[in-house]
């Protein structure tokens, strides 16, 4: 007798003797009213299931048939209420933490392994003080005959019967005991969680051939077999298997197997007659309604044969048994209906572990640990590559070589038959993962060019075979990679060269498209503040479709003439947002496209989405305020700009000029049009110490303090201040800074407002008069000159400028100015002058149209005709005085030209040389 032995009986001594006494111990001190009635009857009806009918009145067989965890249970409900009750429950729980309950399955099965901590564990059980305080003195007695070499070994019905095993059919001897099973401490707890919620009637084990799916679940359904905690959550475990082919180191071979539904149905039906024999099941259908509450878990190793042929008949197969009844699978495929417990290959130091016990088992005493490495690294911690490759090893001596065909024959096996049954789709989508290298969904979609369902579609359809490996990339986004095997077979045996070559000049295209706006956004200087701006470490597939919008928006004229290719641009960015809806960056970008189809409502809704995933971000604050503003929403744009303000946006050196500029100028309007004067008022008391806008600052003052005395047109000293204020700020700006866009707008606006303080009837100081009339003479030439839709000689302008020539004050400054005449004053031209001109060759002719402004802010050209009506055409180009003078031409003035006649059929000749003619 072999030491281990030795343990195992001076163990079984102790453990008999404790079950024993607990059992004796109720008996003799039978309460029977103290143990829950309901207790008592679930053992009565699990006997009653096994085929013994035990009376309920019979205590010694109640107790006989009780589970260790039971029989404690009920010695503490015996105890209750007396000093020894407490003793009992640390008795109970002693037992529980030190395993007592796997120390008696490990006694009644001389195949398992037995570790000698099982015996130290029983010892300290039965030599702690909790035994005597109890009075289980003949648990105490054992221990000593242990100790003592006086071996008793318990009788063999007890040892043959572990009264809490499940029936089951499961196989005698498990490959991998040769080694034992290693590092699956993890995918016993997981499978331990799954399989305790009773909602999972359907679990699948998935992982890749060869990595250890039948020797997990073997190995968990054997050790659950044996476990109290089960015997009344199952009432026994049906195996099959269709494993129909094994991979040696002579290749693969052929296995006799169950093959389809049919035949798996019979195979149950056998088992189940073992099991149930008393029942004389005569079908698979009389056993599903004979059975129906009992409840059973059927256990279906390597499912994959036929789910990749037949995997509607196998959910069929599902659904149609009791629901009390359950079912756990091994595949390589996934199962859509299934809870499913993935396996990961083995952590490196449990591959190696693996290689040096199975060497050992074949006789190899003698390696290095470099090869034990080398051979679990080369097998990816695939335990039937490791396997295999030692198997070859063995077989032909030479170490590298047998990882080499180790590696092609586990591809070969796990994967080729896989790879054969696949859909086109699903084989279109292989190589594009081959080619790309580690794609995601955006990726597959960009370079495929089929839709995101199909794409969802035949990525299920490829997860479920194992062939590809999902994985989390940079951004947060599911990615997908080929494992080296199943590269190495694509590139022997490519399915579908054309679509590997197109993608692969794809790529190239992306790369280069990429390079491109990269170097444009860099040349131009765009940042984070711009609508065009991309952030270069975002993926790949946004930043080329992104690329794609913007050159497609920098192609928008005046009206949008590429709608086809923004839709198509559109319905990509909808493919993706669909599945990345909380990425504020396409967001954004598609919120982009709604703006130039003018999908107003839709572009705020982006935006708002946007905005929830990055409220700090400045250009969808922006875009937000942008958005409310043309929406005439003020205060819901004032929002959005305030907190641009309070974080300093505003300021050009923290974000941009443009940036900067649109920030302060829609606050202000804002306010503005939401009659917020005193409020504009207040904050820009101090505008011109501003350290940045100042100009767009005082502006808003003016525009503010000219609608707060809007309808009051009676003089009075505070509106006179208030209108010098106003002129006084315009002509600080035009002064200092430059006459800009904004400001002349508003300048043209207001001082054309202020007309009424001409008005006698007004009462308005000559003062003030004096200053607006002197404002007008110095600015308004300049104003107008800059604004793109006037001209000083249209007929409102005209109008204006009369009115305050008509202004009876002395010495009115308009009656001073060069670029406008009174209507009623005739242009008294100088005759020497002319007849100088006429002498060298000069043409005299009148101005008879101006044409209206062309964005310049006054025409560039001008017609005139001689007294004979030959009509000439006239442009600044040619005028001796230039852009400086050229303002000042009305419609009738007299000029000097020279000009090629050119014969023109009626059409103006052009003027090569224009001269002004003098005037008194």
């Known amino acids: 007798m072999d030491a281990t032995q030795k343990l195992r009986i001076k163990t079984a001594m102790i453990v008999y003797e404790l079950e024993l006494s607990l059992g004796n111990y109720i008996i003799d001190n039978e309460i029977i009213n103290t143990i829950p009635e309901t207790s008592i009857d679930s053992i009565i009806e699990r006997e009653k299931a096994r085929g013994n009918v035990i009376d309920k009145g019979d205590f010694n067989l109640i107790i006989e048939a009780s589970y260790l965890d039971e029989i404690f249970n009920f010695a503490i409900n015996i105890t209750e209420g007396t000093s020894l009750h407490i003793h009992m429950v640390e008795l109970k729980q002693l037992c529980s933490l030190l395993g007592i309950f796997n120390i008696r399955n490990a006694v009644s099965h001389p195949n398992r392994p037995f570790p000698d901590s099982y015996w130290f564990r029983t010892a300290t059980i039965a030599s702690d003080p909790l035994i005597e305080k109890l009075n289980l003195t003949s648990v105490r007695n054992a221990l000593n005959s242990a100790i003592e070499e006086n071996l008793n070994t318990p009788p063999d019905e007890w040892l043959d019967n572990v009264s809490w095993a499940i029936p089951n059919t499961l196989p005698t001897t498990f490959d991998h005991e040769i080694t034992g099973l290693l590092g699956r401490d993890k995918e016993f707890k997981d499978l331990e969680s799954v399989l305790s919620k009773q909602r999972n009637n359907l679990i699948a084990i998935v992982a890749p051939g060869g990595i250890g799916k039948t020797a997990l679940v073997l190995q968990y359904l054997k050790d659950l077999s044996l476990s109290p905690l089960w015997s ?48 004389h099941l005569v079908s698979f259908q009389d056993a599903l309604e004979k059975l129906e509450d009992e409840k059973i878990l059927i256990c279906i190793d390597n499912l994959e044969t036929l789910l990749i042929d037949s995997s509607k008949e196998f959910i069929e197969f599902n659904q149609s048994l009791p629901l009390k009844w ?17 396996i990961e290959p083995l952590v490196k130091r449990h591959a190696v572990n693996l290689s040096r016990n ?60 896989l790879i054969e049954s696949l859909k086109s789709t699903s084989i279109t989508i292989l190589e594009a993962i081959y080619a790309i290298g580690n794609p995601n969904k955006s990726d597959l979609m960009d370079f495929i060019g089929i839709s995101k369902d199909e794409i969802i579609e035949s990525i299920n359809e490829l997860a479920k075979t194992s062939l590809i490996i999902r994985s989390i990339d940079e951004f947060g986004n599911d990615s997908y990679k080929l494992s080296d095997s199943i590269r190495d077979l694509l590139l022997t045996n490519p399915k579908n060269i054309e679509v590997r070559n197109n993608i692969t000049e794809d790529i190239k295209k992306r790369k280069n498209k990429i390079l491109e706006q990269s170097t444009r956004i860099k040349q131009l200087g765009l940042s984070e503040f711009d609508d065009e701006y991309i952030p270069e470490n975002i993926e790949s597939s946004t930043y080329g479709l992104i690329t794609d919008l913007n050159k497609c928006l920098s192609k928008t004229g005046s009206q ?40 107003i409502p839709n572009e705020l809704n982006y935006l708002l989405k946007a905005n929830s995933f990055s409220p700090n971000s400045p250009r969808i604050n922006l875009s937000l305020a942008i958005r ?30 443009k940036f900067s500029y649109t920030v302060i100028k829609l606050y202000y309007l804002s306010l503005i049009y939401l009659g917020e004067y005193d409020k504009i008022i207040e904050q820009t008391a101090d505008w011109k110490s501003e350290d940045f806008w100042n100009g767009i600052i005082g502006i808003s003052r003016a525009t503010a303090l000219k609608r707060k005395i809007e309808y009051k047109y009676t003089s009075s000293e505070d509106i006179e201040s208030i209108i010098i204020e106003i002129l006084n700020i315009f002509h600080y700006i035009f002064t200092n800074e430059s006459y800009f866009d904004t400001a002349c707008v508003e300048a043209n606006k207001i001082v054309k407002e202020l007309v009424f303080i001409i008005n006698p009837s007004f009462k308005y100081s000559n003062n003030i008069i004096n200053i607006y009339l002197l404002f007008v003479s110095v600015h308004y030439f300049n104003i107008i000159s800059k604004l793109k839709t006037e001209t000083i000689n249209n007929p409102e302008n005209q109008e204006f400028l009369s009115k305050l020539y008509n202004c009876e004050i002395a010495d009115n400054p308009i009656h001073s100015v060069t670029w406008f005449i009174s209507d009623k004053t005739e242009n008294v031209y100088d005759k020497e002058h002319i007849e100088e001109l006429v002498a060298e060759g000069y043409e005299i002719v009148r101005v008879y149209h101006i044409p209206e402004d062309k964005g310049y802010g006054m025409s560039t050209f001008m017609f005139a005709q001689n007294e004979e009506n030959k009509q000439f055409y006239l442009s600044v180009n040619n005028f001796d005085e230039g852009w400086n003078r050229w303002g000042y031409i009305k419609e009738g003035n007299l000029l000097a030209i020279k000009f090629i006649d050119q014969n023109t059929a009626g059409k103006p000749n052009a003027a090569t040389e224009i001269i002004e003619i003098d005037q008194y």
């Open 358 to 417: 199975y060497l050992k088992k074949r006789g190899v005493v003698d390696f290095k640990q470099e090869d034990l490495e080398k051979i679990a690294d080369a097998a990816n911690n695939n335990p039937l590559a490791i396997r295999l490759t030692i198997d070859l090893y063995i077989k032909e001596g030479d170490i590298s070589q047998s990882i080499n065909k180790s590696q092609k024959d586990i591809a070969s096996f796990s994967y080729k038959n």
């Open 232 to 279: 009344s959550k199952l009432s026994s475990i049906i195996f099959c298997t269709l494993k129909n082919e094994k991979l040696t180191a002579n290749g693969i071979e052929a296995i006799d197997a169950i093959n389809g539904i049919e035949q798996i149905k019979e195979s149950i039906l056998k088992d189940l007659n073992k099991i149930y024999s008393k029942n």
């Open 560 to 599: 949008f003439s590429n709608h086809g290719e923004l839709v198509t641009i559109k319905d990509r960015f909808n493919e993706i947002i669909r599945y990345k809806n909380n990425d504020s960056l396409l967001l954004f970008h598609f919120s982009r496209i709604f703006r130039a189809l003018k999908d």
């Open 326 to 342: 359950r079912v756990l699978v091994t595949s390589r495929i996934s199962i859509d209906s299934a809870t499913t417990v993935p």
């Open 628 to 657: 409310y503003f043309q929406n005439n929403d003020y205060q819901d744009s004032l929002v959005y700009l305030q907190y641009l303000i309070d974080n300093n946006f505003h300021n050009p050196s923290i974000s941009n000029k």
